[in-house]
């Protein structure tokens, strides 16, 4: 038993470690994300006219979709900066983690129904990874998951 929590100790650590790296990734991906989104808007702002006409059966025009995405933008460098900066972990990295795979899920959804191109989470950069990065986010999401089990049982 006590080899196993040795073993137990160890494995947390090292995959704290491994949190880490993958936080500031995230963070950094989340501020990158944002820039080229007001660098390259024509493709996010398809996406959000598809995401508000298939979801919410509302038809977005151009200049509509703008502002979302202006708040989407300053919404998602905020998650970004408070990741990079640890400021608020236990409240933000959840809501992080519970928009994107939402977001993701959504956008593969249109992808694969024919209704999206591609989600424009990069800006022009986007057409490069597209649908290839949605394998990546759903990896993050297992990992986050086994984070925030491994901390529930920590304080158990």
Same mark, same amino acid.
């Given at each position: 038993?006590?080899?196993?929590?040795?073993?137990?100790?160890?494995?947390?650590? +090292?995959?704290?470690?491994?949190?880490?790296?993958?936080?500031?990734? !995230? *963070?950094?991906?989340?501020?990158?994300? =944002?820039? &080229?989104?007001?660098? /390259? @808007?024509?493709?996010?702002?398809?996406?959000?006219?598809?995401? =508000?006409?298939? &979801? !919410?059966? +509302? @038809?977005?025009?151009?200049?509509?979709?703008?502002?979302?995405?202006?708040? &989407?933008?300053?919404?998602? =460098?905020?998650?970004?900066?408070?990741?990079?900066?640890?400021?608020?972990?236990? %409240?933000?990295? @959840?809501?992080?983690?519970?928009?994107?795979?939402?977001?993701?899920?959504? /956008?593969?959804?249109?992808?694969?129904?024919?209704?999206?191109? /591609?989600?424009?989470?990069? *800006?022009?950069?986007?057409?490069?990874?597209? @649908?290839?990065?949605?394998?990546?986010?759903?990896?993050?999401?297992? &990992?986050?998951?086994?984070?925030?089990?491994? %901390?529930?049982?920590?304080?158990?």
């Amino acid at each position: 038993e006590i080899y196993l929590r040795g073993i137990m100790g160890s494995f947390r650590a +090292l995959f704290n470690k491994l949190f880490g790296i993958i936080n500031f990734v !995230f *963070g950094i991906g989340l501020v990158l994300s =944002a820039v &080229l989104k007001l660098i /390259s @808007p024509g493709q996010i702002i398809s996406t959000v006219k598809a995401l =508000a006409l298939s &979801l !919410f059966r +509302l @038809p977005l025009s151009s200049s509509s979709a703008l502002v979302s995405i202006f708040v &989407l933008v300053i919404f998602e =460098a905020g998650l970004g900066f408070t990741i990079l900066f640890g400021v608020g972990k236990k %409240a933000v990295l @959840p809501i992080t983690y519970f928009v994107v795979l939402a977001f993701t899920v959504i /956008s593969q959804y249109l992808f694969f129904q024919g209704r999206l191109e /591609s989600c424009g989470c990069f *800006g022009v950069l986007t057409k490069l990874f597209y @649908p290839f990065h949605l394998g990546g986010l759903y990896f993050l999401t297992v &990992l986050f998951t086994l984070k925030f089990l491994l %901390a529930r049982e920590n304080e158990a």
